[in-house]
């Protein structure tokens, strides 16, 4: 089991940015599939962006080109761009460690778009 915690959200206007990170306390940080996800209230909990160990990414459609993922091996950590934030955008949003069938996930951090 992976530790992970998120820091960087809050309240941000339409159209703006935020930068999400996440901080893994594993010796094999390099080795795990790390994504992030988002939970609005009322709905199901989705995928927003994954990053392989070697850098391979994927998004969902609606945050293609507005949001980025990265990671840090050298520094456990892996982040969350976000640019031309939407309404829609509002979640509490979750890392997420991957390795085989195991996942772990972090406490999340509440990202809120409006005006």
């Known amino acids: 089991q992976v530790q992970l915690v998120e820091s960087g959200g809050g309240l941000v206007q339409p159209g703006g940015s935020l930068r999400l990170s996440c901080s893994a306390s594993t010796s094999i940080f390099s080795f795990y599939i790390m994504g992030w996800y988002r939970q609005a209230p009322g709905k199901q909990r989705e995928l927003v962006a994954t990053?392989?160990?070697?850098?391979?990414?994927n998004y969902a459609g609606s945050v293609k080109d507005r949001f980025t993922i990265s990671r840090d091996n050298a520094k456990n950590t892996v982040s969350l761009q976000m640019n031309s934030l939407k309404p829609e955008d509002t979640a509490v949003y979750y890392c997420n460690a991957q390795r085989f069938a195991l996942d772990s996930w972090g406490q999340g951090t509440q990202v809120t778009v409006s005006s």
């Open positions: 990053i392989t160990s070697g850098g391979s990414t």
